[in-house]
């Protein structure tokens, strides 16, 4: 799979984000949860 420089970018900004709000933990989390349910 290869990802745009847009994208990256876009991922980035968000990332930098959550951790900024204290929500690196929760999101965590959040997406190991939905892991298994997919």
């Not at 980035?12 to 298994?36: D, Q, T, W």
């Amino acid at each position: 799979v290869t990802i745009s420089q847009s994208d990256r970018q876009l991922i980035s900004n968000l990332a930098e984000k959550i951790v900024r709000h204290g929500m690196a933990v929760p999101a965590i989390f959040s997406l190991e949860m939905v892991k298994y349910m997919s």
